[in-house]
T-cell receptor
Framework: GAGVSQTPSNKVTEKGKYVELRCDPISGHTALYWYRQSLGQGPEFLIYFQGTGAADDSGLPNDRFFAVRPEGSVSTLKIQRTERGDSAVYLC??????????????FGPGTRLTVL | QKEVEQDPGPLSVPEGAIVSLNCTYSNSAFQYFMWYRQYSRKGPELLMYTYSSGNKEDGRFTAQVDKSSKYISLFIRDSQPSDSATYLCAMNNQGGKLIFGQGTELSVKP
């Protein structure tokens, strides 16, 4: 398909464990975004990449959260020492560019993370 | 106080009704205003976007932005059961991150 894909679709882990969430953006999109959506809330921004570099990581809640995009395409969100409060749907989005005045962000289906 | 406020509902209307959804915001720097629709267990999909103040119409959907009041609206005419979803307003000033409202859950009953 031509859309944004995310794997896994569901992840259940235990408190204290490490998890990695993967995002495959639409081909040719240089900007990639991570958001977190808690139950009954709107998506909350975490980090945005323009190419390989993080253009804005102001939404990462603490140093347990880290994201990479080494080749400017696929991105991985990494969460260390998971806590129950990290349970949420993690959404990835991509757009043609993040630097132009407006670019539609296309969202993937999300990864549902449950920390027991 | 959140930058973007949206009544979470839930909102239930009969088929064919006109639906009005709205958001208020506090950051006067916002220039781009979007409405996303999100079905259960899916990612948000863009319905409409508007730049600055004004109206925009697309089929049964009309988006309005009043920057002087920091208030945006989405109207759905002749609502259908397939419109049942959560509607999210979002905004930013240029590129980059979107600031979302909480989302309004809409149910259109046949």
């Amino acid at each position: 398909g031509a859309g944004v894909s995310q794997t896994p679709s569901n992840k259940v882990t235990e408190k204290g464990k490490y998890v990695e969430l993967r995002c495959d953006p639409i081909s040719g999109h240089t900007a990639l975004y991570w958001y977190r959506q808690s139950l009954g809330q709107g998506p909350e921004f975490l980090i945005y990449f323009q190419g390989t570099g993080a253009a804005d990581d102001s939404g990462l809640p603490n140093d347990r959260f880290f994201a990479v995009r080494p080749e400017g395409s696929v991105s991985t969100l990494k969460i260390q020492r998971t806590e129950r409060g990290d349970s949420a749907v993690y959404l990835c989005a991509s757009s043609l560019s993040g630097t132009l005045s407006y670019n539609e962000q296309f969202f993937g289906p999300g990864t549902r993370l449950t920390v027991l | 106080q959140k930058e973007v406020e949206q009544d979470p509902g839930p909102l239930s209307v009969p088929e064919g009704a006109i639906v009005s959804l709205n958001c208020t915001y506090s950051n006067s720097a916002f220039q781009y205003f979007m409405w996303y629709r999100q079905y259960s267990r899916k990612g948000p999909e863009l319905l409409m976007y508007t730049y600055s103040s004004g109206n925009k119409e697309d089929g049964r959907f009309t988006a309005q932005v009043d920057k002087s009041s920091k208030y945006i609206s989405l109207f759905i005419r002749d609502s259908q059961p397939s419109d049942s979803a959560t509607y999210l307003c979002a905004m930013n000033n240029q590129g980059g991150k979107l600031i979302f409202g909480q989302g309004t859950e809409l149910s259109v009953k046949p």
